[in-house]
């Protein structure tokens, strides 16, 4: 028998103990947590892995749970302080760890919540960063862990997000190259030559040179060839949605993404997209990012219609008011600086502008009764009706979008999420809130 063969046969023998040991492993632990594998050469045996035993060690250690190995072996601790549950084997040049860099299978339970869930990324990024709150990668790690172990894929971003640092942060925490981890990513362009309030490192129009230069930014900076979704950000009036739409479809056609969705646009906007679309044979949008939420309710009448007449799955953000729905603010507060409300910073204003006011403040205090009769959180309510009385449909493939500044903010938030109705009296107070609101809501669209 050659040499080849007997290596051959030698891997596959290690491939089956490996997977055996991954199924025995995985019995024993909670759902959401993976298994952190033993040395290859405590699965061979005494005998060194065959020269293919290369590309099992890369397969190893992507299964490795919470290790992040140094590029030396000698530093590395297992449990108890040991190094007998760690790689004894040299990591080949071309993986090279590093703390911002090592990437590792991630598990999920499954889902619990009655619609999809999707964790938005804007608050991951470089100190300083407009949006950006999140800044060491191992904080963010341990964030979208959290966010895994409860069943959800999607990971949200955007060109602007941080300067362009939200979607650097994604790369650089392993999370962008397809199928590596199991994470899905989307990522926008705004037309930020066109709107100069919007803080932004790179300006664009949509033009078709333009977004075709935006998509490889992205897809240079996320580090990859390819991504799941892809939006326009928010409407460019001034460039005729022909040029748009063929740009983007040109790089649907080579594989640059899976996925097209568009964000902020009119109702009627979207109607004309799709009679472009259709027109030409070009990819049509499938899912629509907006803004919604238990005291803000004008997509329904206006928007929600013209989605379901063409497919469209919903992505609701601000599904707490960029956190006003806490109930922690009132019209003289002071705020956390470079935080959503902070009047200091472009997002700031905006944020303001679309709830800092009279009507929102009465609408929080309507609720907050009520909220306290049940012994439950205005946050929590909020949400709670953003899973089971709004107008989201897991038939149409919509989905709440949250952010988060903190595990402790992610964790309770998903658990909220994945808690049932909310009693009648409560859905009366909200509906109440709403009703103050109404007359003076902020648009859907931009």
């Known amino acids: 028998m050659s040499k080849a063969v007997r290596a051959f046969r030698r891997t596959g023998q290690l491939c089956a103990r490996l997977a055996a040991h991954v199924r025995q492993q995985s019995r024993k632990l909670p759902a959401g947590y993976s298994v952190a594998l033993p040395p290859l050469s405590a699965i061979a045996g005494a005998q060194s892995p065959p020269p293919l035993g290369d590309a099992l060690l890369g397969l190893h250690n992507r299964f490795h749970l919470h290790c992040h190995p140094p590029t030396s072996c000698e530093d590395r601790t297992g449990p108890q302080g040991t190094n007998s549950a760690l790689p004894s084997h040299p990591i080949p040049p071309n993986r090279t760890p590093t703390k911002t860099t090592t990437a590792r299978m991630t598990t999920t339970a499954q889902a619990k919540t009655r619609v999809k869930v999707v964790f938005g990324c804007m608050t991951f990024g470089a100190a300083g960063a407009e949006q950006a709150r999140v800044h060491d990668l191992n904080d963010c790690r341990a964030i979208v862990d959290i966010f895994a172990s409860h069943g959800h894929t999607e990971l949200d971003t955007a060109r602007m997000y941080g300067l362009g640092s939200s979607e650097d942060y994604l790369r650089q925490l392993g999370y962008t190259v397809p199928n590596s981890q199991g994470f899905e990513v989307a990522t926008k362009v705004f037309p930020s030559a066109r709107k100069a309030n919007f803080p932004s490192k790179d300006k664009y129009t949509f033009s078709a040179a333009d977004i075709s230069r935006s998509i490889d930014d992205s897809l240079r900076t996320l580090g990859t060839s390819s991504f799941d979704l892809f939006y326009l950000h928010s409407p460019d009036r001034e460039t005729p949605l022909e040029a748009t739409l063929e740009a983007v479809n040109a790089a649907y056609v080579q594989g640059k993404f899976k996925r097209f969705g568009v964000s902020n646009y ?112 205005t946050a929590e309510i909020a949400l709670r009706w953003m899973m089971h009385h709004s107008a989201l449909d897991p038939a149409h493939g919509d989905a709440v979008i949250i952010g988060a500044s903190s595990t402790k903010h992610i964790e309770q938030n998903l658990i909220d999420l994945e808690k049932g109705p909310l009693p009648q009296d409560v859905l009366d107070a909200v509906d109440k809130a709403w009703n103050i609101v109404k007359p003076h809501a902020p648009a859907y669209h931009h």
């Open 266 to 377: 009119r109702a009627d906007e979207v109607d004309q997209i799709i009679q472009i679309a259709d027109k030409n044979g070009w990819v049509k949008p499938v899912v629509y990012q907006g803004l919604y939420n238990a005291i803000t309710r004008t997509a329904e009448e206006a928007l929600f219609p013209t989605l379901r007449k063409h497919g469209i799955a919903y992505y609701a953000y601000n599904p707490l008011g960029g956190g006003f729905f806490t109930g922690a603010f009132n019209p003289q507060s002071d705020v956390e600086k470079g935080s959503r409300f902070d009047p200091e910073r472009a997002q700031g204003q905006m944020y303001r502008q679309r709830y800092w006011t009279e009507h929102y403040f009465n609408a929080i205090e309507a609720i907050r009764p009520v909220a306290e009769k049940h012994g439950l959180s």
